[in-house]
């Protein structure tokens, strides 16, 4: 059996891995061929096409667009996202869809690591039957409705509760991952197994393993050996647990490993500028470093630790190491969809954390520049309005060689990409802007009444007349062909 597993291309491995391998390669004799195995692969029933993926690590990602090219992939999964809304036990649609998503990522070529929570809620749930069960009935009969409510959720030692839940949760995970036929491995660490250099090297070297054997390694704090518990609470009866929180793990294992991405699933749609729930409080869609002062962050979640402070300190420490980062909301699988996957193939869910900051502002801060200035030109008068065509217009005739510079370069990057016509669409010339700029003081010279002429009136009664008078319409979506001297045209016109 062994032999036809280094036929399909895999390398000598680890002699304690051998037992499982063997036992794996009875079920699994539809073995491909060495000539097609760059496009399928033999550890699942279902062949599937690889994704082309290579990236040199160093750099994280500038843009949510290059994340289809992540290799390596850490997907760390909060409390709020593992455990139900009662905080006692384990939310099994949500682990469902996440581990789909996963699979679909691995079987894609991609190297795929969990950090998940969810140990101590689900220990919690089963240490919390066992007392009851453990009662005798006649004092649970005897006992009134009140003492049962109060029964039913014990104060209970927080490394007990993840001592009784790790097993069940790694074999929840293990038969949900055998349904896409992938194997998962259990890996619990602590703060010492970083800090340790022997310890660390041999973490290290059994990820890899795993990784080159198509294994998802599943990653957890050892909370049943951690230091003692802290006094305030964490879950409904529990104390919290002194140790790190998991997203410094995941950040920690992130950079340890060097991996392309780090996807951090909560409870909420990502970081806000202001606490979420507040009216005034707005999703940022990219995070840039040195930008904390500009937010204020709220309470940590219902069950976690860290709190979305500690996710921001986590992600900028992975984002320095190397690793791109995105928060996300987790929790709601039918409204945010396919979040990892959606994440991967670029598009705008959660925060993405960049490290290239764009020279200019935004495309939201823009169309609330648009917005803003669009209502203060409704209050401006006529001659006012006009006065800034012509300021524009003898920008573009005082500007003229800086333009042209730009827009050389543009053509410049755009060699090779672009198809010719479209290039020389694109292309500006001097006869080009200085038509444009008599059209601008055109369009001055005929808005003098544009806004403010009365089109109809009409007598309704006595001293009551009904006017139609125009109005400036504001900011317009408009869809306009690739020219760019389009672009002021569009700009002046719906004032």
């Known amino acids: 059996m062994l032999s036809q597993v280094y036929r399909c291309g895999f390398q000598p491995f680890n002699q304690h891995l051998l037992p499982w391998v063997q036992c794996t390669t009875i079920s699994r004799s539809h073995c491909i061929q060495p000539s097609v195995i760059r496009h399928v692969r033999s550890w699942s029933n ?13 750099k994280s990602f500038a843009h949510r667009g290059e994340l289809k090219h992540a290799k390596r992939i850490v ?13 006692c036990g384990l939310a099994l649609g949500r682990l469902a869809s996440i ?15 969990l950090v998940t929570s969810g140990a101590v809620a689900f220990g919690k749930q089963r240490l919390r039957h066992e007392i009851l069960l453990s009662q005798s009935v006649r004092q649970a009969l005897h006992s009134g409705q009140n003492q049962m409510k109060e029964m039913a959720i014990p104060v209970l030692e927080a490394r007990a509760c993840a001592a009784a839940g790790q097993s069940g949760l790694m074999a929840l995970y293990e038969a949900m991952f055998t349904q896409y036929s992938i194997c998962a491995a259990q890996i619990l660490v602590t703060n010492l197994d970083f800090h340790d250099e022997q310890k660390r090297r041999n973490l290290n070297g ?9 294994i998802v ?24 647990i002194s140790v790190k929180d998991n997203d410094s793990l995941a ?13 951090v699933l909560s409870d909420v749609e990502g970081l806000f500028d202001s ?32 709190g979305m402070e500690a996710k921001v300190k986590a992600a900028l420490w992975a984002l320095q190491g190397g690793t791109s980062v995105v928060i996300a909301n987790g929790t709601h699988p039918k409204v945010s969809g396919h979040v990892i996957t959606d994440i991967v193939e670029g598009k705008k869910v959660g925060t993405f954390f960049s490290e290239v900051k764009p020279a200019g502002p935004t495309v939201e801060q823009q169309g609330e520049m648009a917005r803003s200035g669009g209502r203060m030109l409704a209050t401006l008068e006529p001659e006012q309005r006009a006065e800034i065509i012509h300021h524009l217009a003898d920008l573009l005739t005082d500007q003229r060689d800086e333009i042209l510079l730009a827009n050389k370069k543009d053509l410049e990057e755009a060699e090779g990409r672009l198809a010719a016509p479209l290039l020389k669409r694109l292309s500006l010339s001097t006869s080009k802007l200085n038509s444009l700029a008599i059209g601008l003081r055109q369009i001055a ?19 009551l007349e009904l006017e139609q008078v125009t109005v400036p319409i504001g900011v317009l979506l408009v869809i306009f062909e690739s020219r760019p001297d389009c672009l002021p045209q569009v700009c002046i016109y719906p004032r």
């Open 445 to 463: 010279a005929s808005s003098q009444d544009s806004v403010g002429r009365v089109l109809r009136r009409t007598r309704i009664a006595k001293n």
């Open 251 to 263: 950040a920690r294992l992130a950079v340890e490993m060097k991996t392309d991405l780090l996807i």
């Open 99 to 113: 581990v789909e998503q996963v699979s679909v990522l691995q079987n894609q070529g991609r190297e795929m690591m």
């Open 206 to 214: 059994t990820l890899h393993e795993l990784l080159r054997m198509n």
């Open 46 to 58: 279902i062949p599937f096409i690889t994704v082309p993926l290579s990236r040199t690590h160093g």
């Open 75 to 87: 997907v760390k999964l909060g409390s709020a996202v593992v455990t139900r809304g009662d905080e």
């Open 217 to 240: 390694p599943i990653v957890n704090t050892n909370d049943a050996v951690v230091p003692p518990a802290e006094p305030n609470s964490d879950l409904q009866g529990v104390n919290v």
């Open 275 to 306: 606490p979420p729930g507040s009216d005034d409080a707005k999703l940022i869609d990219i995070f840039y470093p040195g930008d904390q002062q500009s937010v204020t962050f709220g309470t940590k979640s219902r069950v976690g630790m860290g």
